[in-house]
């Protein structure tokens, strides 16, 4: 029975982290209206540079904040060169365009920093510890306290602050949100900048579990059954999406994975998006859409 | 005109809709004769383009029921309403924009086709006849509403007022027996107006076809229809030939204002 | 001046039906058609044959396939290599059990299988709608992956996951040679354009592209949601999975599952939206862009002064591109390389007036 509970909060605790990848889709989807599926290019990139910066001597901190202003950079390219000429056309045509952006971003990272492996230490000890009984790693114990201190700030962005009010404006209604005299560009470079520092933080994180390298950009397609899931539009919903998504695919590695086989964990989160989708089409959290004829 | 039980093409009996809490009909009732042009008006809001999607199939009302063509329907689909001769356009146009208007009207002889997918893959002689009589017809739809110069355009290019035009080419090339218009007229000019009438009122005369419109131009109803049901706040407050409807006193302080 | 319509009247409808009405269409493609059939495989080298023509037939092929699909249906896929290596495995399969099973039949029937297979994962978009049905195809995606390199049987138990083709035999002669296989690619994929040419123009077509532009009007006007949305699948998963066999088979001689992953996908839905969504001749100019694309650069690479740029980077320098060459389409041109060579032919017609 411990054990069960050992892989359940393991695996919750992992869908921490994966909520932490989500959180930067949501950012972007509420406001710009499009899935961002560059953003595990972004986390690659951010955690590279990162990681890059602190291989030549530089220190933690200041490491940090140039990733962050790197991130800012792109997030200034990213509205000139995508989001302005494409802001009228549909969901799908910005989805691909993300594609294509994925692809230049994953491709300037290696350019630029090289495609080796690069360890990360954050300073965290990953001695297990011992809380009644389980043995929980202290790693993903900060990784989810992380989190919880992120969304804390995220939400009082969000629901405080003027631009926050701004930020929620445009990604209710644009035009509408042009209308009262809102600088479109001005939310949109902001949030792609948020989005990018969430990234920065998801990329180390990861980057101290698995190693910064290339397949940490296919955590992207982790995020998208989260969001099936907790709903596009809601951080909350991609908290509990990402806890939901985390634990299932641990439980069902563990006790699926010897009758089945290994290795489901690749598929398993995206059949249960799908049945999800099958009954709720809008997730836990997201909003319906009502067509009018 | 006495509209004996026979010449009923559709009756509505007790019809309401509500949406989560909101109701948008309450106890519609009214008749229309095969043959006529009925127009629904109302102030906006009234419930009269929910009437319309009850009565093809998009809405399924929470009470009463709708007979068509002496036949009462349980919960019909669109795609059954369309199977039984009711076609309609939609108030924002509802045309595929990627096709040329002769592609869009050939949609709307879908349900007449007896080729298979298969046959016109491989392109068997049975299909290939069927696309010349298919196209012979569409031909005569294109004709009767003067859109052969724009047969090959794309319908998305075109001008709103051709639009509409295209819309309801596609809904006669069903060659229907009730053709639903929600807001033919919508943002049309006097000019427009006066032709869409035209094309109205010869559909109905030259091809018998029955018509529900809703229309918001009180002067294009009372000129073309020959029966108006009037609804305010979801429920039916008129139900006559123009005239009478003109004067009764609730529809005018609903709706129709003072006199000028 | 030389190719007008003047003096081309269509007097029936099934003259106007034609897939390509003006002579001087008809009289190039027949051209096109000699040359390919008969003069490339004579003077064609091994290096053309193998790595550039075969290829490019094939990923054309796989690229009408997503198109019918996402172009012409309006469903999103992320899922055509998933596809894809359902036919290759399935005929693979066929050959090696089933005994004196004709390589065509084998080939169609691999087909089938990845139709059924598409269908399958189709059956979501009754339901779900837009960006929401990626979830489908993707799953699709990683299910096959999984299953593929996890059931054994299907590798027929190579220890390495890894399976080589089979000899290509039709009618007793052997086509292993690069003209061979040019050819027997090139005839199917041929075949298949011609059945995708009636498909589209068919009702069925029409179909699809009202279930793409409005489905609920599609509805309401008597189209059947449920059989048109379910062949698209189908009949694209046909295609992706001939395409699938021809790769495994015609090209590379043999197959595993990680050749058809999510990458491959990608490259088929760049394909396409380089060639053109819910075109034909588009299928064509997007997979001779990537399939000259790479090799382009890299000779480009090599006249640089040497070490300039090593192997890797060029990799990367593709990548990049290519996400930004996507980049521009989507902006600049989002029906593609079909839309400009359109423009052209237009232009091409009033020649040499300019309007």
Known sequence: MEFFFEVLIGGLLAGVMYALVAIGFVLIYKASGVFNFAQGAMVLFSALTFVSLLERGVPFWLAFLISLAAMLLIAVAVERVVLRPLVNRSPITLFMA???????????????????????????????????????????????????????????????????????????????????????????????????????????????????????????????????????????????????????????????????????????????????????????????????? | MTQTAATHLLELDNIS???????????????????????????????????????????????????????????????????????????????????????????????????????????????????????????????????????????????????????????????????????????????????????????????????????????????????????????????????????????????????? | MFYREAGQFNTRYAEDRRSFPLRQDRHGLAALLAVAFVVVPWVGNDYWLSAILIPFLVLSLAGLGLNLLTGYAGQLSLGSAAFMAVGAFATYNLEVRVDGLPLLISIALGGLAAALVSALFGLPSLRIKGFYLLVSTLAAQFFVGWALTRFGWFSNNSASGVISAPRLDIFGVNLDAP?????????????????????????????WMAVRDMDTAAAVIGIPLAKTKLLAFALSGFYLGVAGALWAFAYLGTVEPH?????????????????????????????AFIVLFPVLLSNLVSLLPGGLIDAGQVENLQKMFFGALIILFLIKEPEGLARLWQRFRERARLWPLRY
């Open chain 1, 98 to 293: 993300t594609l294509g952006l994925s692809y230049v971003i994953e491709g300037f990272a290696q350019a630029l920093w090289g495609a080796q492996v690069h360890g990360l230490d954050l300073g965290i000890s990953d001695e297990p510890l011992e809380l009644g009984g389980m043995l929980l790693s202290q790693f993903d114990i900060f990784a989810a306290l992380t989190a919880a201190s992120l969304v804390a700030l995220l939400s009082w962005l969000f629901n405080k602050t003027r631009l926050g009010l701004a930020l929620r404006a445009v990604a209710d209604d644009p035009l509408a949100a042009l209308a009262v005299g809102i600088r479109l560009q001005r939310v949109w470079v902001v949030v792609w900048t948020v989005a990018g520092f969430v990234g920065l933080v998801a990329g180390l994180l990861w980057g101290a579990r698995l190693g910064v390298q290339f397949s940490l950009s296919l955590v992207v397609l982790k995020a998208l059954p989260v969001l099936i899931i907790g709903g596009f539009t809601s951080i909350s919903g991609a908290i509990i999406g990402g806890l939901i998504i985390g634990a299932s695919e641990k439980l069902a590695e563990v006790y699926l994975g010897p009758i089945i086989g290994s290795g489901i964990e690749n598929w398993f989160p995206y059949g249960l998006a799908l049945l999800f989708l099958l009954v709720r089409p809008a997730g836990l959290f997201g909003e319906r859409a009502i067509e009018r004829v």
């Open chain 2, 17 to 260: 809709l509500s949406f989560k809490g909101v109701k948008a009909v309450t106890g519609i009732s009214f008749r229309v004769a095969a043959g006529e042009i009925c127009a629904l008006i109302g102030p906006n809001g009234a419930g009269k383009s929910s009437l319309l999607n009850i009565i093809s199939g998009v809405y399924q009302p929470q009470e009463g029921r709708i007979r068509f063509d002496n036949r009462e329907r349980r919960r019909m689909r669109a795609h059954d309403v369309a199977v039984r001769g009711v076609a309609r356009t939609f108030q924002n146009i509802a045309l595929f924009k990627g096709m040329s208007v002769l592609d869009n009207v050939l949609t709307g002889r879908n349900l007449k086709r007896r080729s298979t997918w298969i046959e016109q893959a491989l392109r068997l002689g049975r299909a290939g006849r069927e696309d010349d009589s298919q196209r012979e017809v569409a031909e005569r739809v294109i004709a009767f509403m003067q859109l052969q110069p724009w047969r090959d355009a794309l319908v998305g290019t075109l001008p709103y007022g051709l639009q509409k035009r295209v819309e309801l080419a596609r809904a006669l090339a069903a060659e229907p027996r009730l053709l639903l218009l929600d807001e033919p007229m919508a943002g049309m000019n006097a000019d427009e107006k006066q032709q869409m009438s035209r094309f109205i009122i010869d559909i109905n005369r030259e091809l018998g076809t029955t018509v529900l419109l809703i229309e918001h131009d009180i002067g294009v109803v009372m000129n073309i229809s020959d029966h108006v049901v009037v609804l305010d706040y979801g429920r039916k407050i008129g139900d006559g030939s123009p005239e009478a409807v003109r004067k009764n006193p609730e529809v005018i302080s609903a709706y129709l204002g003072t006199r000028h």
């Open chain 3, 179 to 207: 003209a061979g296989r040019y050819l027997l690619t090139l005839t199917v994929v041929v075949a298949l354009f011609w059945l995708g040419k009636n498909l589209v123009r068919s009702e069925l077509g029409r179909q």
């Open chain 3, 259 to 287: 050749g058809f992953d999510l990458n491959r996908s990608f490259q088929i839905l760049f394909i396409i939206i380089i060639g053109g969504l819910g075109s034909l001749l588009g299928n064509f100019l997007g997979a």
